[in-house]
C-alpha cells in the first residue's frame, strides 16, 4: 500500500486549536484593558436611556423674504445643525424638522452637553462688519459717545499680521480690558461716526419700526424716513449710549430687526467683561465661509483659527480687508456677528487676499475650536429663536430598557433550554461561546463610546438582542455538520473536521446577508434605527470572529476527550441516538496480516 504524500494535510487534520484561542483571549484582555485604562467601563447611553435636553427651534419670517420658510431651508438648516452639534464631538444628537417652522433638537447627556446648548441657541445668519466704534458694555455717561480714535480700542489687544491675525476672540477667556476714552465734544464724535458711515461701501442706513420706537423710549432722535449720514449717526449715537450689554435682555433686542446692509449696535463678551460695538453693513456673511477650523500654528506654537473662503466670498473678505488696513484702531478691526452679538473682532493691517486668512491671538485651544466650528457651521439660511427647551428624563426610557432586557433574558433563557435538551453535552460549549461573544460586545461598545461617541439607545439593544439568534444559529450549523457525519458512520474527531468545511461556508453566506441588511439599513436611515442597524452589523462581524477562533477550536479540543468521543448518552453524540449507519470500510489492516468481516457460506 501506498504511503500518503508529504506536505498534504489529511482529511481529519486537528489544526492548531491552542493558537486560535491564544488570539481570542489576548483580544479579550486587550480590550478589558482598554475599557479601564480610559476609565470608560460602561457604555455610553443615549437621550432615550441617559436623559438629555430636547430644544425647539422656531423659524423667523425675515423682512423682505415671506418665502424663505420653505422646506429646502429647513432642510439645508437641519443639516447645519446637525453638524454644527456633531462637531463637538457630541454624538447620537437627534436634529429634524416638526411642522413647517419647526427643528427639534436631541442631545444626549454627555460632556459637552452644555457647549452644544450653546452652540443650538445662536442660530441666526452670521456677518461679517467692519467696527466704526467701540466702548465697554455699560451705559455711557450722558454727554459720552463713540470714539473713533485708537483710544477706543480694547487696551492689551495684539498687533496686527498680515497673515489676518487679530484680536481674541470674544469670551476666549484672554481678560483683555476694553475702554473708551470719550473726546471732548459729543459733536466731533459724531462726526467722526457720520463720516465713518458716508465711507465707500456703507450706504444710508433706514432704521426699522422696532429701532425708530427704541429711539423713542430712549429718549433719543427719530430719524427721518430718508434720514441724512449726520441723523443716521444721531440715532446709533442715541442707541449706542444708552445700551447696557450686561443687560440681558438688552443684549438680545440690541439687533432685533436689523437688516444686513443697516449698520447696527451690539453686544460681546471679552472675558469676563462685556464690550459694545457699533457695526457698519454687512460686507460678507456667513455663507461666503468655505471651511474654518481651529488649529496649532506651526511657528509659533499657538492656537489659531484659519478660514477659506469661496470665490465669491474672497473678493468680499479682500475689498473689505483692504479697506479696513488704511484705517486707525478700532476701525481696522472686523466683527464677526452671530445671532446678533459680537464673537470676535480681529484687526487687519492689509488687504488678505487668496480666499485664506487666519486669526490669532489669545486662543485657547477650547476657544480657537468653537469659533472655527461657529464660523464653518454658523450660516443658516433662516433666523430661529428658542420656542422651548425640554429637559428629558431617563425614567420612561429606563422602565422601556427593563422590558427590553427581561424579553432578551427570556429569549436566552429558552435558547439555552433547547440547547441542553436537544445538544445536552454540547450545550456547554455553545453558552461559552456565547458568554466570549457578550463580553467583546460589551467591551467594544464601551470604548467606542469614547472613540467615536457611539451611545447605545433602545433601538441599539434591541440589535444586539437579535444578534442572541444570529449568534446561536451559527452554534446549531456547525453542530448539525458535526451529527450528520456521525450517522454516515465517522468517529468524532474526523467529524469535526470534515464538518468544518460546510458548516464554514454555510455560516459565512447567513452572515454576510445579515451584515448586508445591516449596512444598508445604517446608509438609509437615520436617528435611532442608525443604533440598531450598527449593533446588529458589529454583533455579526463578533459573530464570525467567535465561531472560527473559539467555537471551532474549542470543539477540536473537546473531540479529544473520552465524553465526547466514546460517544457518551449526555455528550449529544450518542451515534445510537443519532442513528449510526455501520462503519463504512468493513475490514482494517493490521501488521502484517488482515481481518476480514465473516463471509456467508453461500457467497464462498
Known amino acids: 500500500m501506498a504511503a500518503p504524500k508529504k506536505g498534504r494535510r489529511p482529511t481529519g487534520a486537528q489544526g492548531r486549536p491552542g493558537r486560535a484561542l491564544a488570539i481570542i483571549l489576548i483580544a479579550m484582555v486587550a480590550l478589558t484593558a482598554g475599557m479601564f485604562l480610559t476609565k470608560q467601563t460602561t457604555p455610553r447611553l443615549g437621550i432615550d436611556l441617559a436623559g438629555g435636553t430636547s430644544i425647539t427651534l422656531k423659524a423667523k419670517s425675515e423682512p423682505g423674504k415671506p418665502d424663505a420658510i420653505n422646506p429646502t431651508n429647513m432642510n439645508t438648516a437641519v443639516g447645519i445643525i446637525e453638524r454644527r452639534v456633531n462637531g463637538l464631538g457630541v454624538t447620537e444628537a437627534e436634529v429634524q424638522t416638526q411642522g413647517k417652522d419647526h427643528i427639534i433638537v436631541n442631545i444626549p447627556k454627555g460632556m459637552n452637553e452644555q457647549q452644544a446648548r450653546e452652540q443650538v441657541g445662536t442660530t441666526a445668519q452670521l456677518y461679517f462688519r467692519p ?59 459724531g462726526r467722526a461716526l457720520s463720516e465713518a458711515l458716508k465711507a465707500p461701501g456703507s450706504p444710508t442706513p433706514s432704521p426699522s419700526a422696532s429701532e425708530s420706537k427704541k429711539a423713542d423710549d430712549n429718549k433719543a432722535p427719530t430719524p427721518s424716513a430718508t434720514p441724512s449720514p449726520d441723523a443716521a449717526a444721531s440715532a446709533l449715537q442715541a442707541k449706542f449710549a444708552a445700551l447696557d450689554c450686561t443687560d440681558e435682555k438688552q443684549r438680545a433686542t440690541a439687533a432685533q430687526g436689523v437688516k444686513p446692509e443697516d449698520p447696527m449696535v451690539a453686544c460681546g463678551q471679552r472675558g469676563d ?15 461666503d465661509v468655505d471651511d474654518a477650523k481651529g488649529q496649532i500654528d506651526q511657528q509659533s506654537g499657538q492656537w489659531i483659527v484659519t478660514m477659506q473662503f469661496t470665490d465669491k466670498g474672497a473678493d468680499k473678505f479682500a475689498k473689505i480687508t483692504g479697506d479696513l488696513a488704511a484705517k486707525q484702531p478700532p476701525q481696522n478691526q472686523f466683527a464677526i456677528v452671530l445671532d446678533g452679538q459680537v464673537i470676535s473682532d480681529p484687526s487687519v493691517s492689509q488687504a488678505l487676499t487668496g480666499g485664506n486668512a487666519q486669526i490669532s491671538g489669545g486662543f485657547t485651544q477650547q476657544s480657537a475650536q468653537d469659533l472655527g466650528n461657529m464660523l464653518s457651521y454658523g450660516a443658516l439660511p433662516l433666523s430661529f429663536q428658542e420656542d422651548s427647551v425640554t429637559t428629558v428624563t431617563a425614567a420612561l426610557g429606563g422602565e422601556q430598557l427593563k422590558a427590553g432586557l427581561i424579553a432578551g433574558a427570556i429569549g436566552l433563557l429558552l435558547v439555552v433550554i433547547y440547547l441542553l435538551v436537544y445538544y445536552r453535552g454540547l450545550a456547554f460549549i455553545a453558552i461559552v461561546s456565547l458568554l466570549v461573544s457578550a463580553i467583546l460586545t460589551y467591551t467594544i461598545m464601551a470604548l467606542l463610546g469614547k472613540g467615536i461617541g457611539f451611545a ?122 443519532l442513528g449510526a449507519k455501520p462503519p463504512l470500510r468493513r475490514s482494517r489492516r493490521t501488521g502484517s496480516g488482515t481481518v476480514s468481516a465473516p463471509v456467508d457460506a453461500k457467497e464462498a
Open 131 to 189: 467696527v466704526l466704534a467701540f466702548t465697554s458694555g455699560e451705559p455711557a455717561a450722558p454727554n459720552a459717545s463713540p470714539s473713533g480714535s485708537p483710544s477706543g480700542s480694547p487696551s492689551g489687544s495684539p498687533s496686527a499680521s498680515p497673515s489676518g491675525s487679530g484680536a481674541p476672540k470674544a469670551g476666549d477667556g484672554k481678560k483683555a480690558s476694553p475702554s473708551a476714552t470719550p473726546s471732548s465734544s459729543a459733536t466731533s464724535q
Open 273 to 287: 467683561t462685556w464690550g459694545k460695538w457699533v457695526l457698519g453693513p454687512a460686507a460678507v456673511n456667513g455663507q
Open 456 to 577: 447605545l439607545n433602545l433601538p441599539a439593544v434591541c440589535g444586539a438582542i437579535v444578534a442572541i439568534g444570529i449568534t446561536a444559529d451559527s452554534f446549531i450549523v456547525y453542530f448539525e455538520r458535526i451529527r450528520d457525519e456521525i450517522r454516515e458512520g465517522r468517529t468524532l474527531r474526523p467529524a469535526v473536521e470534515r464538518a468544518w468545511p460546510r458548516a464554514r461556508r454555510t455560516i459565512l453566506v447567513s452572515d454576510f446577508v445579515s451584515f448586508l441588511a445591516a449596512a444598508v439599513l445604517f446608509i438609509v436611515t437615520v436617528g435611532k434605527v442608525q443604533g440598531f442597524a450598527f449593533t446588529l452589523g458589529l454583533t455579526t462581524l463578533l459573530d464570525v470572529v467567535v465561531v472560527f477562533l473559539f467555537t471551532k477550536p474549542v470543539m477540536t479540543l473537546l473531540a479529544r476527550t473520552k465524553f465526547f468521543s466514546s460517544g457518551h448518552p449526555w455528550s449529544g453524540l450518542d451515534p445510537k441516538r
